[in-house]
């Protein structure tokens, strides 16, 4: 079976097992999901055998050395899977553990994939979402502890780190999550297009407001028991416990006609940024098709905002699902689509802001994959 939640844990993962059963869940597990790695005790593969398909995916290690993989493996992997009993797992892991924003998401499963036990880094991690993940897998039942989950809400550290926000002050969640559970209210500060991401998965529970500036008069405090600021630094006259997230980086693609000056393509991009509360700091590059590695006033654009600029065939392009294809840009470039399909193929992340056409330019905006804990 495969996995097509978007909510799904889509990070990298390692998956550990020490016995014969354990490894037929783990090469399950490979079949699902084809970005899983595998580390396997000798002794479970008495006959050496690996399924095709997982070989190159597979490490069989000596006895002894499970402690040794384990911490080799803990920051380079987003999720560890366990397949054996909880109290192994709490014994190797123990000495490695940072806090909520460092550690990995761990789940750990029974022999017979009944359940899947989310461990540590149930929001930040993701290991709520890998523990569901899992359990659909194994057509087992996910184990979650974690109180917001419980109670059928959502937490608002999960909700950041899934739409690609930096936490500023990890130190807060725990408050602020504390009134979600309360059902009191939050009011969120930021840019209209940042703060509508966040607030929709809040029920009303969390307060839109505007990022101009915060009128402590207009909002009313008296329903307010905290903030999230999204770029954002509170007055002091607030004083009330605050979440501070900062928006993600991204990635800008760009599409344009042969000649397009300068002027013109920076007057398009700004316009795009400035819509929807995009800092020109946050752009880590530029992106279009190779049919444009000469336009001079692309090259001009990118070297004078001193961002870097990569280009990708019409191939690559023609592979990558955008919502705004076009016959006509794919007669002229023979990809469908050039600043929606670059944006999503350089940032490996959401699009955040589909393709805007201006007379002879379009732009797109997609998240840098690469600021979510999921790595």
Same mark, same amino acid.
């Given at each position: ?7 799904? &844990? ?7 097992? !020490? ?25 479970? !593969? ?32 987003? *999720?560890?899977?366990? @397949?054996?009993?909880?109290?192994? #797992? ?5 000495? !490695? ?42 057509? *087992? ?10 109670? *059928? ?10 739409? *690609? ?32 991401? #966040? ?30 600021? @999204? ?33 013109? @393509? ?44 990569? &280009? ?64």
């Amino acid at each position: 079976m495969t996995i097509s939640d978007n909510s799904s &844990f889509d990070g990298s993962l390692a998956l550990y097992g !020490l016995t014969a059963v354990a490894a037929k869940l783990i090469f399950i597990f490979l079949e699902a999901d084809a970005k899983a790695s595998a580390f396997i005790l000798e002794s479970a !593969l008495p006959d050496k055998t690996l399924p095709e398909g997982c070989k190159n995916r597979v490490t069989v290690f000596a006895k002894g050395t499970f402690k040794k993989i384990v911490s080799d493996n803990w920051q380079n992997f987003a *999720g560890q899977l366990f @397949i054996m009993a909880t109290g192994i #797992v709490v014994r190797q892991i123990a000495p !490695l553990l940072e806090g909520k924003i460092k550690d990995p998401a761990v789940v750990v499963c029974d022999e017979k994939g009944e359940f899947a036990i989310s461990l540590l880094s149930g929001h930040i991690g993701g290991a709520n979402r890998l523990a569901r993940k899992t359990a659909a897998i194994f057509n *087992g039942k996910a184990v979650i502890t974690t109180a917001t989950d419980v109670q *059928g809400l959502a937490a608002i550290d999960e909700i950041a780190v899934r739409k *690609g926000f930096k936490i500023i002050n990890p130190e807060a969640i725990k408050e602020i999550n504390g009134f979600l559970l309360a059902r009191k209210k939050i009011a969120l500060i930021g840019h209209p297009f940042w703060s509508k991401t #966040v607030c929709s998965h809040f029920d009303g529970r969390v307060i839109e407001w505007s990022s101009l500036s915060i009128d402590s008069q207009a909002l009313n405090l008296a329903e307010v028991s905290g903030f999230v600021l @999204i770029d954002e630094e509170i007055p002091p006259a607030l004083d009330l416990p605050t979440l501070f997230l900062q928006s993600p980086k991204v990635v800008v693609g760009i599409g344009c006609r042969r000649q397009t000056p300068i002027s013109e @393509i920076e007057e398009a991009v700004t316009s795009v940024l400035g819509d929807h509360g995009i800092p020109w700091s946050k752009i880590v590059e530029i992106v279009s098709i190779d049919l444009k590695k000469d336009e001079r006033g692309l090259l001009d654009f990118a070297a004078e905002k001193k961002l870097p600029i990569r &280009f990708f065939s019409a191939a690559e392009l023609e592979k990558v699902k955008v919502p705004s294809p076009s016959a006509k840009v794919q007669a002229v470039t023979g990809s469908a689509s050039v600043s929606e399909a670059a944006a999503i193929l350089a940032g490996r992340g959401e699009l955040l802001v589909k393709k805007h056409k201006f007379s002879r330019i379009t732009v797109a905006v997609a998240r840098w994959e690469n600021e979510n804990r999921e790595k």
